[in-house]
Every structure is written in C-alpha cells, then in structure tokens.
C-alpha cells in the first residue's frame, strides 16, 4: 500500500490518495478542494481510481469530489448519516468558500461495516459520529483515515449543526478500545498513532474515564 497525502483547500484539509503497487489501483479520501492538484498526482503515478471515499461531507471535504469524479469514471463512497449535508442548501453557511459546488449522487452509501476493494486493499467503513451524524473511520490494513474525529491530540469540533459531543466521546471510547496499534491520519494537521492518542490525547483519555 502507498498513500500519497495532499493539503488541500481553504482550511487545509488532508486528501489522501491510497493504492496498490501492484494494480495502480486507488482510492482518494476527502477531496477536498484543489482537484488539479489532485487529478496531477493520481496522473504521475498512473493510477486508476475506482473510488471517491468521504470520512464526512463538510464543505472542505467534498470541493473537488465532482471534478475527481468527472475526470476518473470512480464510484463516490458517502457516510449515510451525512447524505443530507450534500444539498445545496446545506452549504450555504459556507456559500463564501464552497463556491463552485456540484451536487453529486453517491454511487455507494456508507453504513457501519461497508467495504469496497480496490487492487489488493480493502477499505472497510467504522461509523463514528460526534463531528457529523456519518461522521466515519476508514480503515485500510494498518491506518485510521479518521477524519475530523481524531485529531493529534486532538478531537474534531461538534458545534456545528449536526454535531454531538457525548457521541463524539462514544467514537473516541470505540477507537481507544480498538486492538493493537494503527497509524492516525486525520482530516487536517499532522498525523499519529493510536498508541500516542491513547496517551495524550485529553479527550480520548476523558472518553474512557481517566
């Protein structure tokens, strides 16, 4: 597996490109703005994509979906709990920066469990609410695309509409209790591991009591 990490968009959100050496088959996590950039990447290392996979579907996440979609004929992943935020009019808290939205219809929606394979990886969806209600982990082999649920040290925000900050502790709570260690990579800023969030980060420790 190779993942390619792309900072993307007004807030820097991480785009993550995910693929198989051997088939150049791929997944992009989180398009979330700047789709030249990212339709350049996937066209170096001559990809084909046969997923668009969002962790959530906040404005900063979904800007380039369209574009990505147009341009590489992938099916489009979305959280179930968070079909209601691809409207129009669910953006217009946003309209300043999701200028050039297009709505797209998912291809696949996303529930608790759902997996979608590509080359030789398999992409299996965890839902974690608390950010957004479809608010999702997406686990491939040893890494956490975890979106704007975990952060490094961090937590995602749970005030916009949508949001709930005693489910969020619940999601922390599943993925403190998940087994062994995984590789963190969040929606934006630096990534981790989930041995070091079990450590430092306040809110997973307030999550399972401590």
Same mark, same amino acid.
């Given at each position: 597996?190779?993942?390619?990490?792309?900072?993307?968009? *007004?807030?820097?959100?991480?785009?993550?490109?995910?693929?198989?050496?051997?088939?150049?088959?791929? *997944?992009?996590?989180?398009?979330?703005?700047?789709?030249?950039?990212?339709?350049?990447?996937?066209?170096?290392?001559?990809?084909?994509?046969?997923?668009?996979?969002?962790?959530?579907?906040?404005?900063?996440?979904?800007?380039?979906?369209?574009?990505?979609?147009?341009?590489?004929?992938?099916?489009?992943?979305?959280?179930?709990?968070?079909?209601?935020?691809?409207?129009?009019?669910?953006?217009?808290?946003?309209?300043?920066? *999701?200028?050039?939205?297009?709505?797209?219809?998912?291809?696949?929606?996303?529930?608790?469990?759902?997996?979608?394979?590509?080359?030789?990886?398999?992409?299996?969806?965890?839902?974690?609410?608390?950010?957004?209600?479809?608010?999702?982990?997406?686990?491939?082999?040893?890494?956490?695309?975890?979106?704007?649920?975990?952060?490094?040290?961090?937590?995602?925000?749970?005030?916009?509409?949508?949001?709930?900050?005693?489910?969020?502790?619940?999601?922390?709570?599943?993925?403190?209790?998940?087994?062994?260690?995984?590789?963190?990579?969040?929606?934006?800023?630096?990534?981790?591991?989930?041995?070091?969030?079990?450590?430092?980060?306040?809110?997973?420790?307030?999550?399972?009591?401590?």
């Amino acid at each position: 597996m190779k993942i390619m990490q792309l900072c993307v968009g *007004a807030v820097a959100t991480n785009c993550y490109i995910v693929y198989d050496e051997n088939s150049r088959e791929a *997944a992009v996590i989180d398009p979330g703005d700047n789709a030249p950039s990212i339709l350049h990447a996937i066209a170096e290392e001559k990809l084909t994509v046969k997923y668009v996979l969002l962790t959530h579907a906040h404005f900063d996440h979904i800007l380039a979906a369209h574009e990505v979609l147009e341009k590489t004929g992938a099916k489009y992943v979305v959280p179930e709990g968070d079909l209601w935020l691809l409207k129009h009019e669910n953006m217009r808290p946003f309209r300043a920066l *999701a200028r050039g939205y297009v709505e797209d219809t998912p291809d696949i929606v996303a529930t608790e469990g759902t997996q979608v394979t590509f080359g030789n990886l398999t992409a299996s969806y965890m839902n974690t609410p608390g950010h957004t209600p479809g608010s999702s982990v997406i686990q491939i082999e040893d890494c956490l695309f975890t979106g704007d649920t975990l952060f490094r040290h961090e937590c995602g925000r749970c005030d916009l509409e949508g949001g709930d900050f005693g489910q969020m502790l619940h999601s922390l709570k599943r993925l403190h209790d998940l087994e062994g260690d995984y590789k963190v990579l969040p929606g934006h800023e630096g990534l981790s591991t989930l041995s070091e969030e079990r450590v430092a980060n306040s809110y997973m420790l307030q999550a399972v009591g401590k």
